[in-house]
């Protein structure tokens, strides 16, 4: 089993989720974070005018089972994607078990 | 006694009376200016929070462009003279020309200012979170300037020349003159801009829920509580009759609000299995736009009547518009303003304690009130329409969408309305 | 002069004198109707999220019911005649008979409903986050129905068959009349709905901290505001002596709710070493209840004393209530309107400058004071035992733990209150 | 007819027009008090939500402090008679004595008591964030008994012994006498407690935004409603001319705030390319500090030249203040109340028809009207300095570091405003 | 070390950490998030029904030693589970390192 | 490549960001959570004095490469560090992947 953490940018969320739910990625959880890198946002406030690289993005937590994994990665990097600078990173780790807590089932059972 | 001395009673009376009735306008008119904290609190509320700081921008700024423009030019189209067009327009400025100077009648402006806000602001809602803020100021100062000071020219003069008024149309505080004229601008021009994206989705409406009920809901009060204002100053004097006259519409207003809020309540329970919060607050709305023009010429069954009514026909026409006309009206303006304000209107026709068919007074009422409030509705649509066509023809109704999808508020305004919020919007 | 000029000016004061009282009443009237957003403000402010479109829904639904049940049936029975049980009921209907229906007393109608509304209000702070929408809305008709009016009637139709009137009983605004009985009523109900799901742990009450404190003040300020309608409205009047009676009154009402905030801000400093921002906004509304009794028979340094008691008792009350009854309050609507209504009531037995024992009066004020109070407390209790209890063999008073705890907002109403809202609640 | 009878029915006019002055008066007085609300939301609105808590609890003590000290003290100061310091001080208080107590005057109190609040609720904002609960208290308890008694003494007795009467001085409603003198307090305040942590990194101004616009926009809005009573209450009566001046105080009133928020937003737009909301919102605020002193002297062409300068103008302050001056103001409260209050305080010496530069009166009248103005400022800035000095040395100004930076709520009064908020405040 | 990430329901937060404390689990961070999965609600919005998966949650992360983990799992199936779709999910993964901040302290000493 | 995770207090975050950008580290996501640990927070509500151990906390995730590792979390030792109870974790873990959204790159050449 594989976790797959992506950072994506929060507009881009809907398509996301439409394309993971056609590829049967049905499970997953996600908040928002503010992300720090590359892109830059202008904001004026109070006459201030001062860019940030602290921008709000949408975080996913995807567990999915080996076999999942690349395609998984396939749709984030497609549909996730504007061409432009802050689109966001996907990370993938291992994760040793899983467990459903209602069924108590564990192993690839447990993450769908 | 002697005559003279009755007389030199009855001059201080009446110049007693003129100044308390003054007091009353006033104060009525200070109420009403409230509304537009109670609009925007709506407007916010029922929409997503990345649009918030957008809505109130809008909102004060067509209070401030309209206060100056109806002052400088408004003014004196409503109140003018020398008839162009069967009675449509009004050519010359009234009495006090244009940028209004009167040594006896700045209340009367007040009063008519807010009013004219009002009818403004009504558009903002329908049209929040994909709108060019350029655009819709632009929009904003032509109808406080042009489109509703020449609605209101037709009738409130009160004069001869006010052809609806010659006619015999009713319409006490304006559920046609300044709510189905601004529900008709709001029509017009959400078609016009087009639904936010995400709203229709395989040609199915999808709910975009509101972010903040609590501020929908103080808005309502404060709206709720502007319309004893509304309605009640419109009675434009205190006094005697006038007394028994404006607080008589402070209880039909008042009893239609509840009674509004009540139908859509258990409407909407029954309909949905839920109360819904968002179309009862809009259900006593709906009461207070459906009374405004009948509010002085009905009894308290009447008011009742026409509160019920409008509470549950605003969830119809919320469902009708969103569902099966597929416009997108994220606060319902232009059922709450325009389908019950021209409902309000014509359900004078049957309720009118005097000349209501249900009355025994025949369908003429119900005939001028049909008519008057079309009437309204098509100039009001028309016009905007054209300002609306232009607008979009050269600088563009709608932001981007990239603007539209990542809120308004940083786009147009460089800060959220909310910097600390972290959200789950869909 | 000649008698008959002097007659035809003072029959012109008269009038106007009328006209200016009506208007008073109306704009009193008015800033009451407001008091309907600072209570919901301050529930909403003071409980946690997940129910704020639930107690939102309440307000606007007691409100709205209360407005046509008085309207229909509440308003007779208050000012009705024919009296049962030693005048305890009024069997038969006021001169307007039920529907009223008046020429000239629209604005007296409007002061009352007002009134109504915030009587039923009170308790649904009490009972919030754990109570069935119907339930409460039912309850809430009988409340506006039948036990506030039946409560009104023994004292403010000021006549002969009132008997606490007739006792010398002094309740100028109502602290008994109004928050008391709304203060009993929401005792019973919180005892009959039982606790919050997590409020008592092994026993130990739980702190569960109001998810937003901004909204909770300006709850106050607009209750606040209020005030000045409610108390200084009671004077029924305007013009001269009134002018006297009423300014003075608001004086008394603003010092007693300065000095609540005052006495509240430190005494918790004093006691938890932290200046307790929600106490103190009820340190004031307590002073503001205290004061209404007696704000039109005290001096300025007895509504001091008066409002200065209050804001220290309604800590202790709180404190009480919830740690040695263990009774749930999440809003103090026990302790702000119950508890600061009778010993405000109670208070002018001492500080009445006409017949109060300080001054010199002797103790029968204090005695009258003491039992009218506790008569309207027991009456308030008695009866919505009897209507809650029946609902609770019925229908039932609480939804389902489920419900409860997942929150009363997605259950009852099918929509959060802020969809957006991330929160932390514990 | 006989003169008597003329006497008989001026006698009975003028005791209603009186009446009706009291009327009006108080309800003024009651939008006045409103205000209240409005500052807590727009200090709340406009700063960071982890001290909301503690900026509602200075906004409610000052409002309990000052009116139980204005009352015990202030009024018998600003009131009193027997000159000291060449009319600077007033050492024998007026007629009613301290503890004023009068059996006609009740409204003039209550209407001086929300002025004098206005004036101690201006600081709060100006030093919010960092400021010791206790310091504050002491500070603010201190102006609304001493120093703003002092300055309204100088003008508002409208009596020989107030040297800026006597000296042909006008401000109508206080641009100088409330708000330059809370504008100054202010200023000193602020250099004294010095900036947020965070405010300025390596010499440079950092932008802190507030945490909710939608609170500043409500905020706004119900201040600029309040000023139709500060304003037009200030007229001080109603009926006849007074009616006339009123009303047409609060179209200039409206009309200077429209144009002042209007001002701000172009500029704004212009200078960032973004229509900034909060610099919008200060430019109404600063078109109703500065058409304050003069709504009752300058036509509305006066009040449009006045609201569009200030509206810019506290732009261009506030900007000045934070960056050059690198004072931390997180509101703009010294830009708006004390530059624009001085501004418009001077403005009035050209535009005032009666004795204005451009009207043809010559230079005097700007002479006075800005050594009046100044004297204010640096009467209230001393005092000011003086009391904040001793402070500072004594129980200090500021709170702890870690207190500062986890935010005041939870350290002054041991919760946080909205317990359940997750913030992205960096 | 293995950290433990388990996404439960909210109604079920007190519950499990009273459990947790018991068996001396006394340090953990948790947030809330959105969760897609089996799991409907249903929403009415404006005369708009609707059904969403995207429910609130609350997400918890214990870091715990190796010899705890066994213990903490079940603990989190005991407690967090109702028996009905949606009771979520228990995730654990290996943690290379982990610090105390105040003491610098690594390996099992970082972690309570 | 490596992922730490570090739960600080919200008043050091300034701090650390700073650092952080220091030694090049300029790429990261963070959001607020409420940690559980030794730390009591106390309070009062409406009469009710009680003390917490829920106090709100930033988390940050950090995926850096292997040669960037020690410097990050020794960064963060020292920056976030008041040497109170309550300064916070640093957990680190593997990372098998990563991939740059906008140009589906992946490896070091994803993170930043
Ligand atoms: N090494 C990292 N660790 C954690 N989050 C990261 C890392 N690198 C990037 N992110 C997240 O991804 C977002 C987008 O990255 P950014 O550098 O702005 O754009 P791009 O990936 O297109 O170069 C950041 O705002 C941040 O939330
Ligand atoms: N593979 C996964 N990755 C991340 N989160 C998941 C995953 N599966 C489930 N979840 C989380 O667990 C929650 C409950 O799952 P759900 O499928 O609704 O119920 P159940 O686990 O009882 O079948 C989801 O809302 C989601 O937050
Ligand atoms: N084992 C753990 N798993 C997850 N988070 C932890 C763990 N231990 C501590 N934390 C987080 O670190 C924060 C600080 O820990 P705490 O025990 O209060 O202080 P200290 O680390 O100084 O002893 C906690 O509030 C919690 O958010």
Same mark, same amino acid.
């Given at each position: 089993m594989k976790k797959v953490e992506a950072i994506i940018r929060k507009s881009k969320f809907d398509e996301v989720k439409k394309a993971l739910h056609q590829i049967e990625v049905n499970f997953f959880s996600y908040w928002d974070v503010t992300g720090v890198? %590359?892109?830059?946002?202008?904001?004026?406030?109070?006459?201030?005018?001062? *860019? +940030?690289? /602290?921008?709000?993005?949408?975080?996913?937590?995807?567990?999915?089972?080996?076999?999942?994994?690349?395609?998984?990665?396939?749709?984030?990097?497609?549909? &996730?994607?504007?061409?432009?600078?802050? /689109?966001?990173?996907?990370?993938?780790?291992?994760?040793?078990?899983?467990?459903? =807590?209602? +069924?108590?089932?564990?192993?690839? &059972?447990?993450?769908? | 006694m002697i005559v003279q001395e009755q007389e030199a009673i009855d001059k201080a009376v009446e110049a007693i009376t003129g100044d308390?009735? &003054?007091?009353?306008?006033?104060?009525?008119?200070?109420?009403?200016?409230?509304?537009?904290?109670?609009?925007?609190?709506?407007?916010?509320?029922?929409?997503? *929070?990345?649009? @918030?700081?957008?809505?109130?921008?809008? %909102?004060?700024? /067509?209070?401030?462009?309209?206060?100056?423009?109806?002052?400088?030019?408004?003014?004196?189209?409503?109140?003018?003279?020398?008839?162009?067009?069967?009675?449509?327009?009004r050519s010359s400025p009234s009495d006090q020309g244009y940028f209004f100077f009167s040594a006896d009648d700045w209340y009367n402006l007040f009063f008519q200012t807010v009013f004219c806000a009002t009818a403004a602001t009504i558009v903002s809602g329908a049209i929040a979170g994909r709108t060019k803020f350029s655009t819709?100021?632009?929009?904003?100062?032509?109808?406080? +300037?042009?489109?509703?000071?020449?609605?209101?020219?037709?009738?409130?003069?009160?004069?001869?020349?006010?052809?609806?008024?010659?006619? !015999?149309?009713? /319409?006490? &505080?304006?559920? *046609?003159?300044?709510? #189905?004229v601004g529900g008709a601008a709001a029509l017009v021009a959400a078609i016009l801009v087009g639904p936010r994206i995400g709203k229709y989705v395989d040609g199915k409406a999808q709910a975009i829920p509101g972010h903040n009920m609590a501020f929908g809901a103080l808005g309502v009060f404060i709206l709720w509580l502007g319309w004893f204002g509304f309605n009640g100053g419109s009675q434009l004097a205190w006094g005697g009759d006038d007394t028994i006259g404006a607080t008589s519409v402070i209880i039909n207003t008042?009893?239609?609000?509840?009674?509004?809020?009540? !139908?859509?309540?258990?409407?909407?329970?029954?309909?949905?299995?839920?109360?819904?919060?968002?179309?009862?607050?809009? !259900?006593?709305?709906?009461?207070?736009?459906?009374?405004?023009?009948?509010?002085? @010429?009905?009894? #308290?069954?009447?008011?009742?009547?026409? !509160?019920?009514?409008?509470?549950?026909?605003?969830?119809?026409?919320?469902?009708? =518009?969103?569902?099966?006309?597929?416009?997108?009206?994220?606060?319902?303006?232009?059922?709450?303003?325009?389908?019950?304000?021209?409902?309000? +209107?014509?359900?004078?026709?049957?309720?009118?304690?005097?000349?209501?068919?249900l009355y025994g007074g025949g369908a003429k009422l119900l005939w001028v009130q049909t008519y008057g409030s079309l009437a309204y509705i098509v100039w009001a649509a028309l016009a905007s329409f054209v300002v609306l066509f232009i607008l979009k023809k050269t600088i563009g109704l709608r932001v981007s969408e990239k603007e539209e999808v990542e809120g308004l508020d940083i786009h147009e305004h460089g800060i959220e309305a909310y910097p600390e919020h972290i959200s789950q919007d869909k």
């Open positions: 890198g %590359n892109e830059k946002q202008g904001h004026v406030y109070r006459g201030i005018s001062y *860019s +940030t690289s /602290d921008i709000q993005r949408r975080y996913l937590v995807i567990v999915v089972s080996d076999d999942f994994l690349e395609k998984t990665v396939n749709v984030l990097l497609e549909t &996730a994607s504007t061409g432009n600078v802050g /689109d966001g990173k996907i990370f993938v780790s291992d994760v040793i078990e899983a467990y459903r =807590i209602r +069924t108590k089932e564990s192993g690839s &059972a447990g993450i769908n | 308390m009735g &003054a007091l009353w306008i006033t104060l009525a008119a200070i109420l009403v200016f409230f509304m537009q904290a109670g609009f925007t609190l709506v407007e916010v509320g029922f929409t997503r *929070s990345k649009n @918030s700081g957008n809505i109130i921008m809008k %909102n004060v700024m /067509d209070l401030a462009v309209g206060s100056v423009m109806f002052w400088a030019v408004g003014y004196a189209i409503m109140y003018g003279s020398d008839l162009v067009g069967g009675g449509f327009f819709y100021l632009i929009f904003s100062a032509i109808l406080t +300037t042009l489109i509703y000071p020449i609605s209101g020219s037709w009738y409130w003069p009160f004069d001869d020349d006010a052809w609806l008024n010659t006619a !015999g149309f009713i /319409d006490f &505080a304006g559920s *046609s003159v300044v709510h #189905a008042n009893l239609a609000a509840a009674i509004g809020a009540i !139908g859509a309540l258990f409407f909407t329970w029954a309909r949905y299995g839920k109360a819904d919060i968002s179309m009862t607050l809009n !259900g006593a709305l709906a009461g207070l736009v459906g009374i405004t023009a009948g509010c002085g @010429s009905v009894s #308290a069954w009447g008011a009742l009547a026409i !509160g019920l009514i409008c509470g549950i026909l605003v969830v119809i026409s919320i469902e009708f =518009i969103d569902k099966k006309l597929k416009i997108d009206d994220p606060v319902g303006a232009i059922s709450v303003h325009g389908t019950c304000g021209f409902v309000g +209107t014509v359900l004078i026709g049957l309720f009118a304690l005097d000349g209501g068919l």
